[in-house]
């Protein structure tokens, strides 16, 4: 199995940037599917934006196009998700997940896709 650690939440004004990173350990990180999810106070969880294990397939939730960047290093067993031009909406905790093992060089943008989820880091936009 694999546990994942994300890290680089914080705190930021509105229009800035923040990079996410998503640390894996314990099998090969190309072997696994990568997504990005959020969840803010009272609602769903929802998706953000999801990767193949090889990076060369990419998908992003609607609100996300264009303002969030999905990334990999499988050398270095992390994945990151680059988000500028924040919005107080964007306020929520992300979560990492991957998907695997697997030979499949799709994406997967549903929650129950995704076997293995890391604890979270807090994102907050002040406006």
């Known amino acids: 199995q694999v546990q994942l650690v994300e890290s680089g939440g914080g705190l930021v004004q509105a229009g800035g940037s923040l990079r996410l990173s998503c640390a894996a350990s314990?099998?090969?990180?190309?072997?696994?599917?990568m997504g990005w999810f959020r969840q803010a106070p009272g609602k769903e969880r929802e998706f953000v934006s999801a990767m193949s294990r090889s990076g060369g397939t990419i998908y992003y939730g609607d609100s996300m196009k264009g303002r969030f960047t999905i990334s990999r290093d499988n050398a270095k067993n992390t994945g990151y998700l680059q988000m500028n031009s924040l919005k107080p909406e964007d306020t929520a905790v992300y979560y990492c997940?991957?998907?695997?093992?697997?030979?499949?060089?799709?994406?997967?943008?549903?929650?129950?896709?995704?076997?293995?989820w890391g604890q979270g880091t807090q994102v907050t936009v002040s406006s």
């Open positions: 314990g099998r090969t990180f190309s072997l696994y599917a």
């Open positions: 997940a991957a998907k695997g093992p697997t030979y499949s060089g799709r994406y997967y943008d549903k929650r129950e896709d995704y076997n293995y």
